[in-house]
Each structure stands twice: as C-alpha cells, then as structure tokens.
C-alpha cells in the first residue's frame, strides 16, 4: 500500500551549504494494509525524516515513494489533497500542534472548512462526537476547552480523532507518546492498536524498543539514516543480528532482568565516509578482511523476514 | 549519617493561592544509598529536589526539617545554603546541555566555577582529569566549547563539575531523559560507579522512568499528587508494590516481550489533581480501584516492613491490623 523505493534525503550544512550530510539513503520497505510497522532508531538516525517525507513536508532528495502505485511526488492540486485525506501524521509534541489562542476543537472545524464544505452542522458534529468516542474520549467532557485546560493524552487522541474524520487509510505516527506519563501512554498506544483493527496501516516511529515490540508486527532498525536490520518483530527482538540491534538491545532498561556486566559502548567518533558500513567505527565485528571500511553492506535475508546489513554475520 | 526529611511541605505561592506540590514528606536516605524517586509530571518529584538545594521563591517552605550527617540542612535561607551547595549537596540539573555556559571554553568555565566556591583549581586539576577518565572523556575538552560535545558528552562533563567537590548528597534531576538508549545506559552507570568510588555518599535519582531505576536504584520512591505513596527496596517496588498507584503504574509499562495482541497493558483511568486546591485525603482516592471511606483522611506514610514505607489505608490502616 505504501511503498518507499531507495529513498534517500541529503540536507546541505555549513555556513554555504558547502558540505552534505546524509539523514536518510537508500532506505526502501513497504507497508501493507492493516499493518504497524515500527521505525526504531537513536537520535540522528533519521527515522522523523521519513516520516516527514511520506507526509510530503519534505521532498525526497532520490528515490521514490509510492502510495497505492502512485507517486507521491507528482502528486499537487486537487490530486494532493485527496492524498492528504488519506494520509495523515500525529507528531511527538502535543502541546506545539496547536495555537494556544484558538479553542483545540477548532482543528475539527478545519477539516471541515477545507475537505467537507458540504456536510451540514449537524452532521457534522455528529462525525466529530463519534470520532471523539473512537479514540476513548467524552465529547462533553473536552469540546469547547483551550489547549491548556487538556491534558497531553487528550491533546494527542484529539489529534488522532481529527484524522480519523479524514477517510484515512495510513498515519504517521511520530514519536507520538514520547511526551506522555507512563499512567497515560498506554491507552493511546491500544489506541493506535485499535486503529490497525479497523484496516489502518501505521508506521509508528520510535526510539523505545519495548513501545515498537509492544505494538507492531514488522520493524526496521535504522542506524545514521539507514536501515541495519528490518522484518518481523519477533524475530529481530528474539535474535538480533546486526552488531548495532544488539547492543540497543542490551541497552534496554527492562524490568525482567537486570543489564549485564558489558561496557556500554558510548558514542564513536562521527564518520562521514559514505563508503563503508556507518557502524564501522563501533563496531565489535568489524574486520578489514571483511571490507567493512571499504564497501557498504547490503541488505541480505538471513532467515525468512528477517534482513541485515552487515558482512560479519550477513553472509554467515 | 544519612539524610533524614522530616515533615517536609513546599508550596509555589501563585496569584490564585499556593499550589500544594509537595505535602508532609518524610523519609530518609542512608549512607551509600542510591533513592530512586519517581511519578508522572507535576508530582513533585523535581519539587522535593529542589528544595534540598535551592529553595527559591516563587517556593515557599511551609514546614519541615531537613538534617544531612547529623547537621540540620537551612533549606530556607538561600545565604546559608552558599555553605553547603556544591561541597556537601550538589545537583546534577535537568537539561545539562544547557547547563554549560556556551561562550567559554568548559576548563575556563570550571576554573570560574571553583573561584567562585573558593577552591583551587590548580591543586583540583589532578582530581578532575581523574574524574574526566572515569566517565571516559578526553582531557582535551577543557579546551573546547560546549557547542564541540554530544549530549551524552555534555552530561557526563556536568556530572563531573557536580560531583567534584564529593558532595555528601548528589541530587540527579533527570539526567537520562535526553539522551539515547546507549548513552542513557552509559550515564547512569558511571553514577554508579561514582557512588562506589566514594564521589558522593549518597544519591537521589530523580526520573520518570522507573525501569532506569530498577538498574541502578537501591531503593525507589514512588510520589503522586504532591504526596509520598510507597518506598521501598527496588526488587520489592517491581515485584511486590502494596500501594494501588505503583501497582497500576508498574502494570502499565510496556516490555520487551510483550505485545498487545498476547497481553493487553492498561493504563490509569482519569488525570492527577490540580494542586492549586487539591481534594482532602488522599489525593490518588478519585482514580483509585479500591478506595473506601476512610480514604477521606490523609493516611500516614507509615512503615509496613523492613525499609518498606506506604501511604494507604488499605495497607497500613485499622483494617489491615485487624
């Protein structure tokens, strides 16, 4: 349904635009219909950049995205429009997507302004209290209110409901409960699990392993704007194999188990050689022989829906 | 010698009346101790930090005490404090990226620092490239500027200038929620490792995130609303929690391992209280499964076992004795 192919963003910094920097190459996957897809990656790491691409605020630098087989790209006018009733994001911070002048219900009275000018009052209130019902909210208990009488969970099912008015089919959902108290955040995260049940597909970008294990069945590890490791979920968390998704792993702070004795590998030095692996300079494998300076790993199916760059356990 | 808070109460005085953000705290944190302390946002955990270093208006102590080795702590005079802060209690602040002054190279910066304290910074030098290895930095970034330092750089160096003087009380105020997986993992480490080395006697460990603490915390505080709910050795806190609230919060955090179509987590229904004009009780009693008349009084944070403190009437009051 979505379809990323070889997608790459190259941005221009330095006082004149002089040198490149890479936040996204070459990454390509596809997202089915029904599907959550999560996008995990530290900081940098360019998963907020795809996001922003499939949303169209950005253009891609290469590459080509497709939703339903046509190109977002080309898409402008009345044809854009009908994609943005189909696709919709939801972003990190709650309390910065709205103008704290303006009553938060007003988000609705947008999306009527600009895609249903034709539906009635009445009708359209309707849609709105049942969209808010959707997402677990009472309309009485929320309508009329400014943004700071509302809580950051209410701001972001606010958010969501809105989308859920539009005739969605994919959302992108940025970071969307990082903000959020733990008491919170798990309510709108089987929110987001209740949205799949009604044939959405998500991609839930991520920088929390337990969140995307929690709530998607494919997953991609992104390392300095590419994809490490990608596939099931179950099986990427239950045997990492790219050196990186290991060492994220046993990062983790979990509850069940305490972290092991190992040295926490801390940030390495920042390469930008495009040649070679991105996880060269950290990485326990690397190995001259292996050309991991040199030459890029591609992606390479180790064991069926599950994919990884690198050479030292690639090709083993 | 440890730190012993006595019927600690802190208010924000604002135009529509005091917002109650931190009522009746008692606890204490022993020697060698590293106290977890956690709660959603606006529970008062940064609130009770604070307090034990810079109790600055628009804060307001209403009462308490707050003695640390045995010396009572003047919480309340900012001048007095001058005598304490920095060499017996220090805090590692919120945001440390922006705790370096940006326009002066970081070993400038430290010299000033320690002038102002009066304390030599040539006879510290040896012990502050010592610290600097200890949480792996290069001696060269005295010479740099903060701008030239990661996040996860710029908080390890911070943690380093808070922890020189080997404070007796070190004061952590969210010092992971910035950072990456693999830096988090790595900072609250070396806090660790700073305990053991005697850097600080002990710890308050101030964060949201409870399962940092499990990996690090000796022993984990649990606030909500402004109140003390439960404290308790860390493996009790995740494993065995008697006060509704952690029990609940603990159940709400997704793992690793779990899914959402295999175990369905729920949340907490409902929001916190506003503190300005804060229900009588307890104050978690409107979002509570099993709360019942008496939770109309206040119930005392009372010890229920060995090092295990709650505030509940369920478990601590006449029904349970009975």
Redesign the interface.
Known sequence: MLKLDRVSKVYRVGTFGGKELHAVSDVSFEVEKGQVVSLIGESGSGKSTIGKMILRLISATSGAIYFEGTDIAKLDGPALKEYYRRVQGVFQDPFSSYNPIFKADRIFSMVHDEFFPHAGAREWNDRVEAALQAVGLNPAHVLNKFPHQLSGGQLQRFLIARALLLDIRFLVADEIISMLDASTRIDVLNLVADLKARGLSVLFVTHDLSLGYYISERALILYRGRVVEMGATDKIYSHPLHPYTQMLMASVPRLDRRWEQTEAELQGRPVESLAGCPYFDRCPLADKGLGCARERPALVEGEKDHAVACFAVGKG | MSLRVENLSVYYQTLRGDVRALEDASFTVEDGEIMGLAG??GCGKTTLGHSLITLAPPMRLVHGRVTLDGEPLPIADMEAMNEFRFKKVSIIPQYAMNALNPTRKIGKMTQELLRSRHVDYQAILPELKRRLDLV?LSHDVLDMYPIEL????KQRMVMVLSSLMNPSLLIADEITSAL???????VV?MLVEFRNRECCNKAIVIT?????L??IADTIMVMYAGQLAEKAPTDTI?HGPRHPYTK???G?????????TEK?????PG?PPLLLDPPAGCRFRERCPVAFEKCLQVPPFVEVARGHSIACWRESGADAQA
């Open positions: 959603e946002s792996r990661s996040g996860g750089m990456d997986v693999s830096s988090q993992k790595a480490e949201h995130d409870i399962s940092i499990y990996q995740i609940l919060l603990i709400a955090l997704p793992e690793i391992g779990v899914k959402y369905k987590l729920r949340g907490i929001s």
